[in-house]
């Protein structure tokens, strides 16, 4: 599990989030302004923040529902 440091761009203050994957992408909601932001996390580090709006939000998580609903189930004959 990784621990991220993610500071606010509209406000200062530093939201700790923690990660049980070390690349995660996804949304952020500063605890503080309750802005969103969409945030991409690679190895632990933080490599994109940006401000997200509830409508792209919302999309995103159709399009992450979508994909949850199609995702593939790794089958033994697709491993070489
Ligand atoms: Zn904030």
Given at each position: ?80
């Amino acid at each position: 599990m990784a621990v991220l440091t993610i500071k606010c761009p509209s406000c200062a203050p530093e939201g700790r989030v923690s990660f049980v994957d070390p690349d995660y992408e996804g949304p952020y909601t500063c605890w503080k302004c309750h802005g969103l932001f969409s945030i991409t996390v690679q190895a632990g580090q933080l490599k994109s923040c940006q401000p997200l709006s509830r409508e792209e939000l919302q999309r995103q998580q159709e399009i992450e529902a979508l994909k949850a609903k199609f995702r593939r189930s790794p089958s033994d004959k697709d491993k070489s």
